[in-house]
C-alpha cells in the first residue's frame, strides 16, 4: 500500500531540537489529517485540513506546527518537544463520497524524544 | 465531547473460536467505521456502516450498527491466526455536517489468536 507516504519512518530527537514530518497522499484526496498515537491512549485526532484550510485543531501544544501547502502534502513541524511526546504519528487522507470519508493511513513515523 | 468506548481491551482466543468487540458512543452518530491495525502496522480501513440496525458481512466478519445509532460491534466467526491485530472502530458526530470525515476512535481491542 503506497496511497500516503510519510518520512522519516523513525525519528530521535532531543528536547531542544527542531524536525519535521513530512507526509504525502497520492490518492487524489481533499483532505488531510494528523493523529497521534500512544501505547495507552485511543488515536488522537491534532489537526485536519480540508482543500488546504486548517480545519480543526483539537488543543494542540503550540510545539506542534501543521503545514498543508497543497493537497498532497501535509507537515508537522516539532520544536521544543517533551518526552510524553514520544508517539506514532500518524497521517490520513480521505475523499468525501456522500455519506463516506474512509480513511487512508500511512505508516506512521515513530518518534522518540530524549 | 463525543466519547466512543469499546470493550474489551484485550482478547485472547484459541484459533478457530469466536471473537466479538463491542463500542459505545456517548452522542449518536452520523455512521461508524471500523479498522484493523496489524502488529507494527497502520490502520486499515474495513468498514463502514450508516443505517440504523445496518448489518454487513465480510467473509468471516459480521458488523452491526444499532438501532439506535449509538453502539456497534464486531464479530468475526472461528478466528485465524491472520486476525491477530487491533480492531478500533471510530464514529462520526451527527452534529458533522463538513466536506471531511472528522472520526472519533476507540481504545482498540487488541485481539491474539493462539495456534
Request: a positive charge.
Given at each position: ?9 523513525h ?35 491534532m ?44 497521517c ?5 463520497r ?8 500511512g ?8 | ?11 485472547h ?11 459505545n ?5 452520523s ?14 480501513f ?5 443505517k ?64
Amino acid at each position: 500500500e503506497t496511497g500516503v507516504t510519510q518520512t522519516p519512518r523513525h525519528l530521535v530527537m532531543g528536547m531542544t531540537n527542531k524536525k519535521s514530518l513530512k507526509c504525502e497522499q497520492h490518492l487524489g484526496h481533499n483532505a488531510m489529517y494528523w493523529y497521534k498515537q500512544s501505547a495507552k491512549k485511543p488515536l488522537e485526532l491534532m489537526f485536519v485540513y480540508s482543500l488546504e484550510e486548517r480545519v480543526e485543531n483539537n488543543s494542540v501544544p503550540s510545539r506542534f506546527s501543521p503545514e498543508c501547502p497543497n493537497s498532497s502534502h501535509l507537515f508537522l513541524h516539532l520544536h521544543t518537544l517533551q518526552p510524553e511526546d514520544s508517539a506514532l504519528y500518524l497521517c490520513a487522507s480521505s475523499q468525501a463520497r456522500g455519506t463516506y470519508y474512509e480513511q487512508y493511513f500511512g505508516p506512521g513515523t515513530r518518534l522518540t524524544v530524549t | 465531547g463525543q466519547q466512543v468506548m469499546q470493550i474489551p481491551q484485550y482478547q485472547h482466543v484459541q484459533e478457530g473460536e469466536d471473537f466479538t468487540t463491542y463500542c459505545n458512543s456517548s452522542t449518536t452518530l452520523s455512521n461508524i467505521q471500523w479498522y484493523k491495525q496489524r502488529p507494527g502496522g497502520h490502520p486499515v480501513f474495513l468498514i463502514q456502516l450508516v443505517k440504523s440496525g445496518e448489518v454487513k458481512k465480510q467473509k468471516r466478519l459480521t458488523f452491526q450498527f444499532g438501532e439506535a445509532k449509538k453502539n456497534s460491534s464486531l464479530h468475526i466467526t472461528a478466528t485465524q491466526t491472520t486476525d491477530v491485530g487491533t480492531y478500533f472502530c471510530a464514529g462520526r458526530s451527527r452534529a458533522g455536517g463538513t466536506s471531511y470525515g472528522k472520526l472519533t476512535f476507540g481504545q482498540g481491542t487488541i485481539l491474539t489468536v493462539h495456534p
